[in-house]
């Protein structure tokens, strides 16, 4: 579950949730902790996920939205089971921030190692010019993970304090990091 996909659903199916949002991101403005909280706790208690559970994409962030997010849980007798650290040397992080690349007419996004396009440069749906995002240049790569790097080591000490973390080798591909993330699941 992720906010971001969360976000996009309740923009879509314009609850008034989603409205406040929509306005929110037209503005540039970041979508504050409440809101998020609010949509996460929605999704929580519906489909699935309101049995069964859920594993967390992109909340919480800060220690403050980790507290938030233990005290709202509480109210509903429920609980953050485990939260799980996949570690990726930093060197390998941004090269694989650095390694996408996407096309100037659509957007089609491919990764030089990963995912190369056909042929080098260009896009192989629509042929245009492949292009690295102003956001994924290396200077602006390292600046957004030193912030975040600090704000996610407050996220991780919440959860250590009360003996729930999981730590899982991030390195090697997709299927092997998903294996093992089902493994510390599965062990808890
Ligand atoms: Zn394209």
């Known amino acids: 579950m992720s906010t971001g996909q969360l976000f996009r659903a309740a923009i879509r199916a314009r609850t008034s949730l989603g409205e406040e949002i929509r306005d929110l991101v037209a503005q540039g403005e970041l979508v504050p902790d409440d809101l998020a909280l609010q949509a996460l706790l929605d999704a929580l208690s519906a489909g699935d996920a309101s049995s069964h559970g859920a594993i967390l994409d992109g909340f919480p962030r800060t220690a403050v939205q980790s507290r938030l997010l233990d005290d709202a849980l509480a109210q509903l007798d429920r609980r953050v089971d485990l939260a799980i650290v996949i570690e990726v040397p930093i060197s390998e992080a941004i090269a694989r921030l650095t390694s996408r690349r996407v096309c100037q007419a659509a957007g089609h996004t491919f990764h030089l190692s990963e995912r190369p396009p056909r042929v080098s440069g260009h896009c192989d749906i629509d042929g ?20 975040q790097g600090a704000e996610l080591a407050g996220v991780v000490a919440h959860y250590e304090d009360t003996g729930r973390v999981a730590r899982v080798d991030g390195r090697g591909g997709a299927d092997r990091v998903a294996a093992s993330v089902v493994r510390v699941i599965d062990a808890r």
């Open 128 to 147: 245009s010019p492949l292009e690295r995002r102003a956001d994924d240049d290396p200077d602006v790569v390292r600046t957004r993970m030193d912030r």
